[in-house]
């Protein structure tokens, strides 16, 4: 019968089998090692690269909208202004008389403070309504609204103001009007107007 010799492990010297410590260095027999330490796992390090973006709205943007469907919106816009501008010329305030004999022209003295009311009432009309949900009443009929174009949302009542008061220049030529406007945005990638690239908006679909 062979019996299998042990050896101490701190210093070889041969035991006996069941022997609880080592005779020669008093080592402790009974205590086993693993064969493969397990090691303390540290917590994982962040890494910046690995990290996900949240999703944006960029993520999801609507496409940008066109001449035509815009000349639609700004043709019920200019509607509903030019009621409201007929409405306040029955106030007698702005009268223009024609003198058939003599042909002379009387005009009102209260005519220019006609004409600066109803510059008022536009600029508060296209600003306020695309300052508070984007969009003017035709806009709404048409289902577009203007966005920041950064990350598409709302735009504030001051980059309202901007696009409604770049729309003088977009009126160019005034034959025409909104001739250049549509030049621009035929030019555009992003199709924005003169007062859609200074405020850095785009029309979307609503």
Known sequence: MVVDEEKCA???????PGAGFCAACGENLKRKSSPIEQQPQSPPTYNPSLRVAPPTALATALPYQGVAIRFVA??????ILGVIFWLLGFTGAGT???????AQVTISPFFGALILVDVIIAFLYYTLLEGRNGQTV?????KI???????????????????????????????????????????????QRL??????TVVVQA
């Not at 701190?10 to 006996?16: M, N």
């Not at 223009?96 to 003599?102: H, L, N, Q, V």
Request: charged share 20%; net charge negative.
């Open 10 to 16: 701190q210093c070889g010297t041969l035991v006996s």
């Open 138 to 142: 035709g806009k709404m009929a048409v």
């Open 195 to 200: 007062g859609d690239r200074v405020a850095h």
């Open 96 to 102: 223009i008389a024609i003198d058939s004999a003599t």
């Open 145 to 191: 609204k203007v966005v920041r174009k950064e990350d598409n949302s709302p735009i504030s009542y001051g980059e309202a103001a901007i696009r409604t008061i770049l729309r003088i220049i977009d009126l160019i030529p005034f034959i025409a009007p909104y001739l250049l406007a549509a030049v621009l945005i035929w030019s555009s990638e992003d199709k």
């Open 74 to 79: 700004q043709l019920v816009d200019v509607i």
